[in-house]
Antibody, heavy 118, light 107 residues
Framework: QVQLQQSGAELAKPGTSVKLSCKAS????????IYWVKQRPGQGLEWIGY????????YYSEKFKGKATFTADTSSSTAYMLLGSLTPEDSAYYFC???????????WGQGVMVTVSS | DIQMTQSPASLSASLGETVTIECLAS??????LAWYQQKPGKSPQLLIY???SLNDGVPSRFSGSGSGTQYSLKINSLQSEDVSIYFC?????????FGGGTKLELK
């Protein structure tokens, strides 16, 4: 069955970076997009962007350009998101999701909490 | 970017009631609209795609409709396990954008 397993919670200091992982299983990793979503506690969902592991192509929402960087390791079926220059505004849950060929986010990871605090 | 306006922001209903949540797109999204359910502390789960197609395993009391810029999610015979936050998302264009969410509570 399709699963997306995300890495554990992160506590980071302002100005540093964190790298979140999303390990896929149960399907052909290189045939589907992986997208990332931000959710601050008690708030709505913000779509960050996606990576296509098949060719490494990426797309970033304007708001997250320069903040997020996507990579993928096809040998381990793992997608990564690097969040840089962290501020307290980056404290949130981050989800990865598989986007099918029609643009539908059909499977989601369990989410990871990132806390930015000095 | 396509803006998604979801209403109401919160909703209180009794068990067995029928509830409807609306989503308005800022431009025609040609039925490329999904609905998600998010329970507290969990990730969103796909309920409906292509505006009216029920995802596998989703109870038939959930239904979606709409076209163009206007879409809705209806829940018939509300159950206690339906208490959640519901989001719409357009997948017609990038960036994919979400509605602000509807928090559904029991009266």
């Amino acid at each position: 069955q399709v699963q997306l397993q995300q890495s554990g919670a992160e506590l980071a200091k302002p100005g540093t970076s964190v790298k979140l992982s999303c390990k896929a299983s149960g399907y052909t990793f290189t045939s589907y997009y992986i997208y990332w979503v931000k959710q601050r506690p008690g708030q709505g969902l913000e779509w960050i962007g996606y990576i296509y592991p098949g060719n490494g192509g990426t797309y970033y929402s304007e708001k997250f350009k320069g903040k997020a960087t996507f990579t993928a390791d096809t040998s381990s079926s793992t997608a990564y998101m690097l969040l840089g220059s962290l501020t307290p505004e980056d404290s949130a849950y981050y989800f990865c999701a598989r986007e099918d060929t029609e643009g539908i986010g059909d499977y989601w990871g369990q989410g990871v909490m990132v806390t930015v605090s000095s | 970017d396509i803006q998604m306006t979801q209403s109401p922001a919160s909703l209180s209903a009794s068990l067995g009631e029928t509830v409807t949540i609306e989503c308005l797109a800022s431009e025609d999204i040609y039925s490329n609209l999904a609905w998600y359910q998010q329970k507290p502390g969990k990730s969103p789960q796909l309920l409906i795609y292509y505006a009216n197609s029920l995802n596998d395993g989703v109870p038939s009391r959930f239904s979606g409709s709409g076209s163009g810029t206007q879409y809705s999610l209806k829940i018939n015979s509300l159950q206690s396990e339906d208490v959640s936050i519901y989001f719409c998302q357009q997948n017609y264009d990038s960036p994919r954008t979400f509605g602000g969410g509807t928090k559904l509570e029991l009266k």
